[in-house]
């Protein structure tokens, strides 16, 4: 069978949702009208109905819309935002009632999702008018965050139109767009709890606010150029530069300087992607030598000159959202440098009212984090300081706090399936779903790597926004105070913690130090499967492919290339690949051509240094010896069995590099390789032995691939080969193992299943399986989603215990 698509229980329709609205699959709403009230038995003359409305309904809209139903229809009442979602009371004829509901159900705000709606009967007050009440004080529980979106159409019109009072205007909002989640101190979502607070509204921007029949209706951040936050351009010592903000930095970044433009979540820092002098000058100073910039296009049509992007990558890429979309290049060349050995340009479209202006006089920008390699995201002037100078020229500032740091989110769409890659700006905190509510408060910690944490409120889940890799204190502390304010934000006191099962890592530390008495550990790869069990509501036990770097297994080895017998409590390991030393430990992370030696060790035997292959000379500027020697003696070698390490291993052989300067350098380099293939046909096969546990031996594919290599085989088929045999392994050893147990559900995860090409191979293999083949589309493949799956092992334990 082909990836699934389906996603079968009625409680996972809040999550799913979200995936459909955002990507324009379906409508904004999979509440039906008649099922709502199929219970109520509707009075000859007026009926008062009670409506407790959850979703996206806070900041976004929801009342004036349901104002403006109401008076179209002659109905009286009010609706009022509370902490359990939008309350209405409405009365009026059946007819009217039954025309309302379906208007609120069938044609919402642009922006909202109604996930579920609580209808009761009410004691009519015969009441003629409509009103929109003031807000509920906190005290509440069912309340979403708002989440920040793209600067809508109507706003652009405006920000262009000399005739406005807004031309121009770098804050222009609505009802629609603008920020939302960056700014919010407290719940429900008014203007007194964002960091709003303090701009007085002028006479103008309040009758707008204060008009139901107005765009601006309680838009929370509303403002004009007589009342509202002010844009400034600062040099590299913090003094103001006069003239136009925008013109400055314009005329800066064409010139070849570097500048920070502060956004929704954090800065940027931008600088021109139009020749490699900029670029080079921007990794130098940021100490990043090669992980990839992301682009900022002017529009859809001028990113279609650079970049092939099929019908879901156009959606992602227009959609309220607008997420960073990993885009294959096609068109006008762009330097080298800004992703080297990479099949892929992240690509996104200006989102705030700032980059829009800032566009206007260029085709395409480096647009990235502003921070440095492996550090926070800046984003607050006191944090600027660090960079001005050292990397920023100058930068684009202004007087409206952040209040949460959120940077942009990332998408990559294999065989036609939006999957996130970075899970946070436009995406959190919207939550996730749980079958039932949990009666305890549950936080989960996630991983070291792509750090989140994840805190569950009766039958959801709120998951953190991408934090970064946790080994940098910056990091941990600003981990720690996003977990402060969520908490807080969210009224809950978690009693039940969960961590994954390396002792090593600052989460565990974490989990250690907050005095939470039940503490549940849970295995990493198993968190990875049940992370994508939760999303499609699967209760059946699966069978988990879950295949990355390294995860701290059962037996205390670190694990990467996992088939698992998944249950939402507890696992059993069916396959994986066979343990080979990790010389060097971490090191060899960074160094690809530790792990090759290691293999073609496998391959050949103790005699691999005087061994006649056509890797051999590769190995000869490092010193293999020595590490050879770790390797033999189990000296700073831990045993794995990761696939992320194989990758690397033949990414090295195939002379794509022996050093790395990220995580998963080699891998993406050695897919770039394989997108140029123009022989697919090619694959090795793993040699599969044990007994109660299957083995799987990588030898015959190193094998495969020298011999290749031997033959003048062109280095990029033998890359497609490669991919082409991870694939075949997935989908074959998985159906075998399906197939022995009566288990028609299988699982991907990890970060290994980042890989465009390794995703749609599989696919492909896929169509013709027995199983239904389950992808994320909620929450990263990579160590970003095992936070969910923390938290729903941790659930599924609680029950066990009861």
């Known amino acids: 069978m082909p990836l699934a698509r389906g996603f079968p229980f009625h409680w996972q329709r809040m999550q799913i949702a979200a995936i459909l609205w955002t990507f324009r699959y379906g409508t904004q709403s999979m509440m039906n009208w008649k099922n709502t009230v199929a219970h109520i038995d509707f009075q000859a003359g007026t009926t008062r109905l009670k409506l407790i409305v959850g979703g996206r309904v806070q900041g976004v809209g929801f009342r004036p819309t349901v104002f403006r139903y109401a008076k179209e229809a002659s109905a009286g009442g009010f609706v009022k935002n509370t902490r359990e979602g939008v309350v209405i009371e409405i009365e009026g004829p059946a007819a009217v009632l039954n025309e309302f509901g379906r208007n609120i159900v069938e044609h919402p705000p642009p922006l909202a999702r109604i996930d579920r709606i609580e209808a009761s009967l009410a004691e009519p007050a015969g009441e003629r008018e409509f009103v929109i009440l003031p807000s509920d004080e906190p005290g509440g529980a069912r309340a979403l965050f708002p989440i920040d979106t793209a600067t809508c159409g109507e706003c652009l019109r405006e920000l262009r139109d000399p005739g406005d009072r807004r031309y121009r205007y770098p804050f222009i909002n609505c009802t629609n767009c603008g920020p939302r989640f960056t700014i919010i101190e407290g719940l429900p979502y008014d203007r007194p709890r964002t960091t709003m607070s303090t701009f007085a509204m002028c006479a103008a921007c309040r009758a707008e606010y204060g008009d139901p029949a107005d765009r601006r209706f309680h838009a929370e951040p509303v403002s004009c150029p007589a009342c509202g936050p002010v844009l400034t351009l600062i040099d590299a010592r913090g003094k103001r530069i006069a003239g136009d903000p925008i013109d400055g930095a314009r005329e800066r970044i064409a010139g070849g300087a570097i500048v920070a433009v502060k956004g929704l979540g954090g800065y940027h820092i931008a600088c021109s992607a139009a020749g490699p002098g900029p670029v080079r000058t ?68 200006p989102y705030t009212p700032v980059h829009h202006l800032l566009m206007e006089t260029f085709d395409v920008l480096v647009m990235t984090s502003a921070n440095y390699t492996d550090e926070p995201l800046i984003s607050n002037e006191e944090e600027l300081e660090g960079i001005l100078g050292s990397i920023a020229d100058a930068a684009l500032v202004h007087d409206r706090p952040i209040a949460h740091k959120c940077d942009d989110s990332i998408f990559f769409v294999p065989a036609g399936i939006p999957v996130p890659i970075r899970r946070a700006r436009g995406f959190v905190p919207e939550p996730a779903g749980l079958p039932r509510p949990v009666k305890r408060c549950i936080l989960a910690l996630g991983g070291q790597m792509k750090g989140t944490f994840a805190v569950s409120r009766d039958d959801e889940v709120f998951i953190s926004p991408h934090m970064g890799d946790l080994g940098d204190f910056r990091s941990q502390r600003n981990f720690r105070a996003e977990l402060e304010e969520f908490i807080k934000i969210l009224e809950v006191e978690p009693d039940v913690v969960v961590h994954d099962l390396h002792p090593d890592y600052f989460t565990t530390r974490l989990a250690d130090g907050l005095g939470i008495a039940t503490r549940i550990a849970v295995q990493h790869h198993h968190a990875h499967a049940v992370s994508v069990m939760a999303e499609y509501g699967l209760d059946e036990p699966v069978i988990a492919v879950t295949f990355d770097g390294t995860g701290f297994g059962s037996d205390g080895k670190l694990w990467g290339c996992e088939f698992l017998l998944a249950r939402y409590d507890d696992f059993e390991r069916l396959a994986h690949l066979a343990y080979l030393p990790l010389p060097g430990g971490e090191a060899a992370i960074m160094e690809p051509w530790r792990m090759a030696l290691v293999h073609l060790w496998n391959l050949f035997g103790d005699d691999v240094l005087g061994a006649a292959h056509p890797a051999a000379h590769l190995l000869e500027p490092f010193p293999r010896g020595k590490v050879l020697e770790l390797a033999r003696r189990g000296i700073n070698a831990p045993l794995t069995s990761s696939m992320g390490r194989l990758f690397d291993a033949a990414a090295f052989l195939l002379r794509c590099g022996g050093k790395v300067s990220y995580e998963a350098e080699a891998a993406v380099a050695l897919e770039a390789l394989a997108l140029d293939a123009e022989e697919n046909s090619r694959y090795y096969r793993f040699g599969l032995g044990g007994n109660d546990v299957t083995v799987i031996d990588p030898a015959p594919v190193i094998r495969g691939l020298l011999d290749d290599m031997e033959r003048g085989v062109a280095r990029s088929d033998i890359a497609a080969a490669f991919h082409e045999s991870v694939a075949r392994l997935v989908v074959g050893l998985s159906e075998k193992l399906a197939g022995e147990r009566g288990i028609a559900d299988v699982v991907l995860s990890g970060g290994v299943f980042q890989n465009r090409l390794l995703c749609e191979r599989i696919a492909a293999l896929g169509e013709s399986c027995r199983c239904r083949l389950h992808h994320h589309v909620l929450v990263p493949p990579n160590d970003g989603g095992i936070s969910f799956g923390q938290v729903r092992v941790g659930a599924a334990r609680l029950e066990k215990r009861a």
């Not at 921007?282 to 650079?306: H, Q, S, V």
């Open 282 to 349: 921007l990794r130098e100073r940021k100490r990043r030598p090669a992980k990839p910039f992301a682009l900022m296009f002017r529009d859809l049509d001028t990113l279609l000159g650079y970049c092939r992007a099929g019908e879901i990558e156009r959606r992602l890429l227009e959609s309220p959202e607008a997420p960073i979309v990993l885009l294959r290049r096609a068109g006008i060349p762009l330097p080298g440098s800004i992703a080297p050995g990479n099949g892929y340009i992240g690509a996104f479209l």
